[in-house]
């Protein structure tokens, strides 16, 4: 099974095309150091919750989009080997500011534990 890495941030509606170009930046990276695939979601129906919802939880403002996003990898080990290359390639240093407040970022890595496809 792969391992997933992923993440939810809110990021300002009129970043979405800068938000757009740091994401295929990365694609090249993490491509090269061993990534199955990338998938970039923009907010198309995100709902409030009444306990909790992705505004909630990312501190989204108002004018804010919501963005979940993931990277396979073959396993854990693939994507350590790449978050420590990730952090030494000096081509980190091109990205500059980011199109959103990282603090605000929901992180994670999974493992798969049920893949359906049609």
Not at 89 to 101: Q, S
């Amino acid at each position: 099974m792969t391992y997933v890495n992923s993440f939810v941030i809110a990021v300002p509606e009129d970043g979405k095309q800068a938000y757009i170009d740091t994401a295929e930046k990365f694609w090249a990276l993490v491509k090269e150091f061993g990534a199955l695939g990338q998938v970039e979601c923009w907010e198309a129906d995100v709902k409030d919750g009444h306990t909790t919802d992705f505004r909630m939880a990312t501190k989204a403002k108002p004018g804010e989009k919501i963005v979940f996003r993931w990277i396979t990898w073959p396993d854990k080990a693939a994507a350590d080997r790449s978050e420590k290359r990730m952090m030494e390639d000096p081509r980190m240093e091109e990205f500059g500011e980011m199109p959103f407040d990282g603090k605000r970022m929901i992180y994670g890595g999974f493992e798969t534990i049920v893949d359906k496809r049609a």
